[in-house]
């Protein structure tokens, strides 16, 4: 599997190159990812499949307005009625260069409360991998930054919150906690500038 890391923001590219350092599978580009050629791309959306806005607009102009209609199709046929963050749904798009869509939510709706705090990040990547892992067509993905739009995440903790996925599903670094405060500072550890506690 190749994974493609694609931003316009100079700041997240550096920090992508700083966590994933040393990997082959792994390429960093900075430019516009809807001009890339993958198997997949990522739509880093929200749980509703409104594609109307911000890099889900640009796919949308890309790949074509129906699908955001099939996906939020699907979305309403799931038992939830909408798709949770930290799961997925792959689309085929009938583009030749960019066959597959995996739309993974980085948020409920398009909001920048809370989301710079969150591990919405670390969720999102792990069903992205999960889903490109298990589909036969799919042997390249290209990825955004994940919560770094709208939901104003600063880059090394969106790379930070990738990388920790991407250790987890592809390298196989199982999480293995031997009491609740060790899952706590692992937690902790994926977003420093989350509160755990409120009092």
Same mark, same amino acid.
């Not at 995440?153 to 920790?164: D, E, G, L, V």
């Given at each position: ?7 316009? !923001?100079? =700041? ?18 900075? %430019? &516009? ?12 959306? !929200? ?5 109307? %806005? ?14 955001? =209609?099939?996906? /939020?199709?699907?979305? $309403? ?16 798009? %009938? ?18 409360? !809370?989301? &710079? ?43 930070? /919150? ?9 390298? %196989? $670094? =199982? /999480?293995?906690? $031997?009491?609740?405060?060790?899952? /706590?500072?692992?937690?902790? !550890? ?10």
């Amino acid at each position: 599997m190749k994974y493609i890391l694609a931003d316009t !923001n100079p =700041k997240l590219i550096t920090a992508w190159q700083e966590f994933f350092a040393g990997i082959p599978a792994v390429s960093i580009t900075e %430019g &516009d990812i809807t001009r890339l050629k993958a198997d997949a791309i990522v739509s880093p959306a !929200n749980s509703f499949g409104f594609m109307d %806005g911000s890099l889900d607009y640009a796919l949308s102009e890309r790949l074509g307005w129906d699908l955001e =209609k099939r996906l /939020q199709q699907q979305i $309403k046929q799931l038992p939830e009625g909408e798709l949770l963050i930290g799961t997925a749904l792959t689309l085929e798009t %009938g583009d030749p260069d960019i066959p597959w869509l995996i739309s993974a939510p980085t948020m409920r709706i398009p909001t920048n409360f !809370n989301i &710079d705090t969150s591990i919405n990040a670390y969720l999102a990547m792990k069903a992205i991998l999960l889903h490109a892992h298990r589909h036969p067509e799919i042997h390249s993905v290209a990825i955004p930054g994940l919560c770094t739009g709208v939901g104003r995440m600063q880059p090394i903790i969106c790379a930070r /919150q990738m990388f920790t996925a991407f250790e987890e599903i592809v390298l %196989g $670094k =199982k /999480q293995d906690f $031997k009491n609740f405060a060790e899952a /706590q500072k692992y937690h902790w !550890n994926i977003n420093p500038q989350g509160m755990i506690w409120t009092h």
